[in-house]
Structure formats: structure tokens, C-alpha cells
């Protein structure tokens, strides 16, 4: 109980409440703007969360995430255009609902699940994350190794593009994760001659590229998108009660696949509103309603998609694996701030803890009011030019990769991960894959050097202990899965089924 | 920019051979059989498999066409086709250009300048007017020098234009 009381006031303390508060703010007005999604609005924020206490820099990522999550949803019913890929899924479906007269509906629809959603993740948190962690506190090396390597390999699995390129992207990650002087031996590894190197490639220049700048690049090349016309909404939150009553099973639906979405590493928000929305129409009784502003649809996934960013927090505070491209950014800050993941956290930090399940509930209560607010204020923010907010995201670039090092190096690299981030996107190779093999690099290496090490380099105990062989069975099974495809439609027959 | 998957395979199994050359060339540790060089190796072989599945089109059927997007009035206009941009190519090189541009000149030409550069020639690459670009690289480097140099303490270089905070 005392330790509930700490975490209280841990989260009460003047600081964190206020950096609550603008954080809502600000993921409220990046999340909305088309083309900056809430990834890239938590690697902007890392800079920032360097001077916070550790309680106010996780609470900025928390409350900015969830928040740009929802306002993604903003453009996407008022203008077709998500402003984040998470609500990608049903914009049509929403602004079908806008075209038809209800926008007020189908704006209560995405706040009030929203939240709800962000609710029931965080419970799923609640649960989930002290048992795995007592169970997890037997794990040797050799788990560790193939948890992490299972983490990857569903990164490239969700991925909706070919998984052999995903792997490539995550390989390639990796790579990139060898770079410097932290490994087993602490040689100078592909580092060639640069001082600036040794030190590795630091993951916020690389993910502020990636999604950032690589976003800025594609802007350059597609035109402005529309105008949004002014107009005046009714009660946004009229109404919802009742949908509540009407369709929890398809809200229990969408709140159970986030959450198993969520933990499954890699795979984000943007995932788990796809499948709700396809599980949706699958299961529906009226699929013919699907796409012409019915509300079914809309209330899955809007709940799947903000479920699914308080389970991602499962795997990352238990392994150090993240459950997404946010909460990649988040594992960086939880280290930083002395907060290594890992299953002792729960015993050692177990204030921190709470401290971190409130947030998150505080989070998604203050949601609604401020989701109303932003929502009534979307006429005047959306109306804001591309050419006056991408200069300053260029700017914020910059200076927010040079702050978390103080080193002009990583604006050069912030460059460099901008021109890989667009060109893998153009060609087909998921960027969230090789972000994940950036992050975990050092990770899998250091586990797989240990077990090797342990096991005087035989490959067998890495099968021998129960968990870790059905691990493996499962990671070796998703890397020959894509060959097991490609040479059954190349069998005569195969391809005639294929066709 | 859009680039074949027989020349994309083929330069990420070069990659993959050149990291695995790379790493097998680095020390062991003394007395370990296992060291620095048995990941870049692993991860070398990896690439080179990947690239070469890649340059033979193993796992492409899973990808998906990209999104057709409905206009208004419903008819679709597939992705790519609506009216282009002039000079797209040239633009998209601008961003990483300009952040090039900041890390070579910042300590010469101070922050303000540096960023004012940068915004406006951003500003004007996606389509705003002078004025708008001018208004911007007045007001936005200063409001950001105050953010991140006066309240983050991040040492923002002076130089030409030092700021009165």
C-alpha cells in the first residue's frame, strides 16, 4: 500500500502534472496533422524528456502517444486523410460517417473508444506484466535470445509487405547495431577510422530519420493536401452511451486483439486497427453496411488501435523488447533514466511501476475532455499549411538530434537515416523492422555471445532447455515460412491452386 | 525513388558479403572461441541469403498493391497518378540536403542564421511564397533557440547572431 501512496505522489508532483498536460497538448496537435504520426512525435520529444525528473520523461512519451493516436483519427474523419497510419484502417469508414451528416458521431465514436481502449490496455498491463515477469525471472540467456530474435521475427511477419525484404530490413538493422565499440571484446567494429563512430550509432538521430525526416522527403513530392471547411459540430459525446450497450462484443473484440497486438513485439497500433477493422466486417451480421459510415467497424478498431499502446508496454518493460516503433523510443528513455527494463524492475521499482499504470490511466481519462476541446479546435489546426510546419519539424531535427548528444555527427546522421528511411519505404522494405534491429541489436548480440560463451560454442543447449526449444521452433518456423511459400506456388499444382 | 528488386537484392547480398569479410577479419578474444566477429558474420551470411532471395523475387506475392485512394465524387485515382509535383525528384533531396547544410555551417554562421536558411528554403520547397517563408525564418528559429537554449540548456552555437537570452 505504501508504495501505491508513493506512486501517487510521484504522479502528483507539480512537474509531472504539468508535463502531462502539455505533452496531451502537444500529441493532440502532431497526432492531427496529417503526415506526423505519434512515432515521430515521441522521437521529437526525447530531447525534451533529458531534462525531466524519470517520472515526467515517461510521462510525456505515454501521454503523447496515446494522445496523437486519437487525434490521428481527427483528419481522417473531417478531411480522408489519417493523420497517423494507426487510423489509416476505417478513415474511409469514418468519413463516410462525416459525408453522411454525423461527423459529431463518428469524432465521439473515435474519442469515446479511444479511451475505453486505452483503458482496458492499461489494465491488460495491470495483469499481464507481474505475472510474465515472475515467470520470466527463470529465464537464462538462452530464453533471452530467442524472446529477442521472436521479437524480430514478428516484426517482419506483421509487416505488410514481403518477408523476406522485412528480414533484410531487420538484418540490416542489426548491422547497423554492430557498428562501435560496444561489443563482447570491445573492439572497434565497421567503424572505420571515424572517432565519431566508436561510440555506435545512437537510436533517436536513426529513428528521428526514419520517421521524421523521411516524412519531410515525402512531402516534397506529393501535392498539398485539401482545405478542411469550417463548421460548427454538435455534442461530440451524444450517443456513445448507447453504442456502448449496442456493440460491446465487437468493443470486447477490439480491446483483446490491441492487447494481444500490443505485446506482440513489433507490432503496433497501426496493426492491430487493421485486423480489428477486418475482424469487424468479417464477423459482422450487416458486412454490407461496412464502408458507408457504419459505426461497428469504427468502434473495434478505434479501441483496438489505443488497447494495443498499453500492452506494447508489456514486452519492453519485462525484456528491454519493444511492442512497437513507440515504445522503441521509450526503452531508450526508461534506460536513460535509470529505469533498466526487466523483470526485477517490478520488485525493485515498484513505485515507478504504479507511478506508470496511473499515468497511463490518467492519460486516457483526460483524453475525453481534452479530445473535445481539440476536436472543436480541429478547424482552425488543420487549416495550418504544410510549408509552415514542415520547416520547423526540419529545424526540430536538427536541434533535437544534436541535444541528445551534443554532437554535430548525429544531424549528419539524422540525414543519413532520412535518405534510408525514404528509399525503404519507396521500395518496399518495412522501416519499423530495421528500427526494431537498430534497437535490439546490441540486445540479441549480447545474448547470443553469453549463450555461445556458456555453451563453449555448440548450437545444442540452445535447444535443450524446454522454453528456449519452443522458442526457437517457433522463430526458426517464421524464417522458413516465406521459402515454404514461394516453393509450394512454384510446384505445377500450387500455382494452379494459386490461381 | 523506386529501384529494382534484382538491384536492391543484389546490393544487400554485396553488403552482406562485405560484413561478413569485415567481421571475420576482426581479432578473437584471447582464450574465447567466440568473439566481436561471429554476429557481423551471422548477420553478413543473413544479408546475402535475403538479397539473394530477394534478386530471384522469393516473398514478393505477399506484397500488397499500394492503397487506391477514392476521391470525392467516388471515382479512384490510383496512388502515384494524381498531378504531380514539379521538380518532386530534385525537392525530396532538399531535407537531408539542408541538414547536411546545418551540420557544415552551424559553428560558423551561428544557430539563427544556420536555421533561418533552413526553413525558409524548406518553407519555399513545398510550395509557400516569399513572404511566408520570410515570416517563418524570422520567427521560428528564435522561438526555437529559446526552447532548447534557454530553457534545455542545449549549447546552440552563437556565432554571427547571438541571441539577448
Known sequence: MSTFIEAWQMVLAPDVLIAILLSAIYGLVVGSLPGLSATMATALLVPVTFYLSPIAAIATIITASAMAIFSGDIPGCLLRIPGTPASAAYTDEAYAMTRKGQPELALGICLWFSALGGVFGTLSLIIMAPLLAEFALSFSTFEYFWLAFLGLMCATVVARSSPVKAIAAMLLGLLIACVGIENPAGTPRFTFGSTDLLGGIEVIPALVGCFAVAEVMRAMSVPEPPQLERRKFGSILAGQWKLTKEYPKQQARGNIVGIIIGVLPGAGADMAAWVSYAMAKRFSKTPEKFGTGHPEGLIEAGASNNASLASGWVPSLLFGIPGDTITAIAIGVLYMKGLNPGPTLFTEKASSMYALYIIFMLGNIIMIPLGIIMIRLATFILRAKRYMIMPVIVLLCAVGSFATGNNLFLVITVAAFGVVGYLMEKNGFPVAALVLGIVMGSMVEQHFITSLIKSDGSLLPFFARPVSAVLAAITIGLMVWPLAVWLYKKRPQGRAAAI | ?165
Open chain 2, 1 to 165: 525513388m523506386q529501384i529494382s528488386n534484382r538491384l536492391t537484392g543484389i546490393g544487400l547480398a554485396v553488403l552482406g558479403a562485405a560484413a561478413a569479410y569485415g567481421g571475420s577479419l576482426l581479432p578473437p578474444v584471447p582464450g574465447q572461441q567466440v568473439g566481436p566477429n561471429v554476429f557481423p558474420m551471422v548477420i553478413g551470411i543473413g544479408l546475402v541469403l535475403c538479397g539473394i532471395a530477394i534478386a530471384i523475387g522469393v516473398g514478393s506475392s505477399f506484397e500488397e498493391p499500394e492503397q487506391v485512394v477514392a476521391a470525392e465524387d467516388g471515382s479512384h485515382v490510383p496512388a502515384g497518378q494524381e498531378a504531380p509535383v514539379p521538380h518532386a525528384a530534385l525537392k525530396t533531396v532538399v531535407p537531408p540536403l539542408l541538414l547536411l547544410f546545418y551540420a557544415f555551417t552551424v559553428d560558423h554562421l551561428g544557430f539563427i542564421p544556420t536555421a533561418a536558411v533552413m526553413v525558409a528554403a524548406t518553407c519555399f520547397a513545398l510550395g509557400g511564397t516569399w513572404r511566408s517563408a520570410l515570416i517563418l525564418a524570422l520567427c521560428a528559429p528564435p522561438a526555437v533557440h529559446l526552447v532548447f537554449a534557454k530553457l534545455l540548456r542545449v549549447p546552440l552555437p552563437p556565432g554571427l547572431l547571438p541571441m539577448p537570452w
